[in-house]
Nanobody
Framework: QVQLVESGGGLVQAGGSLRLSCAASGSIFSINAMGWYRQAPGKQRELVALITSGGSTNYEDSVKGRFTISRDNAKNTVYLQMNSLKPEDTAVYYC???????????????WGQGTQVTVSS
């Protein structure tokens, strides 16, 4: 079994910063990509940022230049540094681990429980 545990959400004023962390634990052999998604009320879940095991990154256009995703492969942990936050960044942020190969060599995708980020104007 694999679990993703997120931390770091909260309430911040516009222009402020937050850092999200997501640690994967359990019977992990390898993880392909790890990413952050968000879902605002009444909207679909969208990709915010993604990082592969090799370090390649991809960002949603509205966060480019403000958010930075990073990853510690040894700790199976992904981070999202969010700067210059805007009220429209308010959402529940979900961590995703894509193509997790377990120690029994099965492959699954996993999601965290979500962490609320609220940016006040």
């Amino acid at each position: 079994q694999v679990q993703l545990v997120e931390s770091g959400g909260g309430l911040v004023q516009a222009g402020g910063s937050l850092r999200l962390s997501c640690a994967a634990s359990g019977s992990i052999f390898s993880i392909n990509a790890m990413g952050w998604y968000r879902q605002a009320p009444g909207k679909q879940r969208e990709l915010v940022a993604l990082i592969t095991s090799g370090g390649s990154t991809n960002y949603e256009d509205s966060v480019k230049g403000r958010f930075t995703i990073s990853r510690d492969n040894a700790k199976n942990t992904v981070y999202l540094q969010m700067n210059s936050l805007k009220p429209e960044d308010t959402a529940v942020y979900y961590c995703n681990a894509d193509k997790v190969v377990t120690t029994t060599f099965h492959e699954y995708d996993y999601w965290g429980q979500g962490t609320q980020v609220t940016v006040s104007s």
